[in-house]
């Protein structure tokens, strides 16, 4: 008998958001999915699969929290509440592009942003953000007043409708969301001058018990696989790589902020986690 046979079936249920046209999390689960194939040897077998529910972000909050809630791991931009509420994988899944922001703009306000050279500029603009997003801190630390808008699409149309100025996303999220939504939104463009940067590192996490801890090390072990067999750069391309490009980072303006809420457990000295798309290294 294999040693694996006595191994029991690893379940994961990861949430299905309720934000209508949502792409946004394709890449992770599939980063996910391939750091448990990458572990069948060590830990057995599995089964992924996406909650039958939709789940706005508080919703995944509460049912990741409760011993028998929906889901039992789930990504997202660190917090510290999070990292105290939750149990932490400490590698950046999406490797630090999530910190590397373009803006969403209204097409007409492109002149004004064009004349925005430094952070002091850009405090005479207002920032929309989805509420409670870990981005908020780090906006309203540097000065830059930010409006909140209850659910992620619906941050598309308080930008339209003159709410706030520009909605900060990510360097992949921006052209896709755009593209997606170009025709529901005409009055919207991508920024052409600016990149904002704060380090915002993006974590799998699961429940602070004993299958959570055994989740924990076998995502980390799967990850640091996938980090060193370049299965991880191979999606990372797949699902990024055009979007980095099309976007031509390093002819942009660059903006850095702080972020004052970073743990000192925050893996920033193992560069081989972290991406420059600046540089391409």
Known sequence: MSANYCLALTQLTYP?????VD??????????????????????????????????PQRVLQEAGAPQGRINVFVRATSPEL????????????????????????????????????LDDLRHLRAGLGKGWADVNIFEAAGVEV??????????????????????????????????R????????IESTLLLHYPLPRYFFVRRDAEGKRLARRIAAGMEIMLKDGSLETLFQQHKGRLIKKTALFKRRLIKLPNPDLSPQ???????????????Q
């Open 16 to 20: 299905l958001t309720s934000e209508g």
């Open 23 to 56: 792409s946004r999390y394709d890449y992770d689960w599939a980063v996910l999915r391939t750091a448990m194939e990458k572990t069948r040897p060590a830990y057995g077998s599995y089964r992924l699969h996406q909650s039958d529910v939709a789940m706005s």
């Open 83 to 118: 990292e105290q509420r939750f149990l932490p994988i400490r590698l950046p899944v999406d490797r630090g592009l999530l910190g590397y922001r373009l803006l969403l703009i209204r097409a007409d306000d492109q002149a004004r942003f064009a004349r925005v050279r430094t």
């Open 147 to 180: 409006v909140e808008g209850s659910n992620y699409e619906g941050l598309f149309g308080m930008l339209e409708a003159q709410r706030f100025d520009f909605y900060s996303r990510s360097a992949d999220e921006a052209l896709r969301e755009f593209d997606e």
């Open 182 to 189: 170009r025709a529901s939104h005409p009055a919207l463009t």
């Open 266 to 280: 925050t893996p920033l000295a193992r560069s081989e986690w972290w991406i420059n798309p600046l540089t391409g």
